[in-house]
């Protein structure tokens, strides 16, 4: 049987308000893309550089393109679906000069959402989906997923803190290739200031449960918010630190850059 990597995907969104001051339009787009359902369309690019993985001294790098596209279905209810489609490259991962990339399995989410915030609450849920179109057989799964998801926040001065969960359950694909059962959880913390620049925190935490192995994950950051021109866009960086990771796979460290690019409906 192949050996494969199935990589839960970080889910980055944003929003645009257009219409405001210089400063307030920085600042209400910090606050919305702390939101992970904000509920304007946004192309997030997210590289991830890790390096020192398992005994061979390994280097990955995988960059995450993920489209939201939102959709509004009633004056109280919105629908927010995205595409997170990594493209990986990696080199001493799964032996010694062994070199692999590609495309990976991508993970679809939809969350249902009131358009409205209730005391800085919000919150929403809905299916999520894992499709594989792996293009190299270390790099997916070989099988179709399908589970539940969801994320819940609250806003308060510059604060955003919340969770995002999901859990994957393989349903069909290739009988020769492992099931699927994943359980996927990302608390996270922001802090952003008037002037759009912000300070923020999460960790990925991921379960599989059929290996019984954790892969934990701590990310901070640093992120502004500026014009390319007339395009508004946002940038984060910060290290990566691999608190916890199945045998033979942690990382020494790693970096995640992102790059945010905002679109008014």
Do not use: C, H
């Amino acid at each position: 049987m192949k050996k494969y990597v199935l990589t839960t995907l970080t889910i980055v969104t944003i929003s645009f308000t257009q219409n405001v001051s210089a400063q307030g339009s920085a600042e209400e787009l910090a606050k919305k893309l702390a939101n992970p359902i904000s509920s304007l369309i946004s192309i997030p690019l997210q590289n991830n550089t890790d390096v020192g993985i398992g005994k061979f001294n390994g280097t990955r790098n995988t960059l995450n393109i993920q489209p939201v596209v939102p959709i509004s279905l009633s004056k109280k209810l919105n629908l927010i679906a995205r595409w997170v489609q990594p493209i990986i490259s990696q080199y001493n991962v799964t032996g010694d000069g062994k070199q692999e990339s590609g495309l990976g399995d991508a993970v679809v989410s939809t969350f249902f959402s009131p358009a409205n915030s209730k005391g800085g609450l919000t919150w929403g849920a809905g299916p999520v989906f894992l499709v594989p179109v792996g293009t190299n057989n270390f790099l997916t799964s070989k099988k179709f997923g399908i589970g539940p998801t969801a994320v819940a926040l609250y806003q308060s001065k510059g604060k955003t803190i919340g969770a995002l969960v999901n859990q994957i359950w393989s349903v069909a694909g290739d009988n020769n290739r492992s099931d699927v059962s994943q359980f996927f959880i990302q608390p996270f913390f922001n802090y952003n200031w008037k002037s759009g620049a912000g300070i923020g925190v999460n960790f990925e935490i991921t379960q599989n449960w059929m290996a019984n192995t954790t892969t934990v994950w701590l990310n901070p950051s640093i992120s502004a918010v500026t014009s390319l021109g007339k395009q508004k866009t946002q940038f984060s960086i910060g290290p990566k630190f691999n608190l916890a990771a199945p045998d033979g796979s942690k990382a020494d460290f790693g970096v995640r850059a992102v790059v945010v690019f905002l679109f008014p409906k």
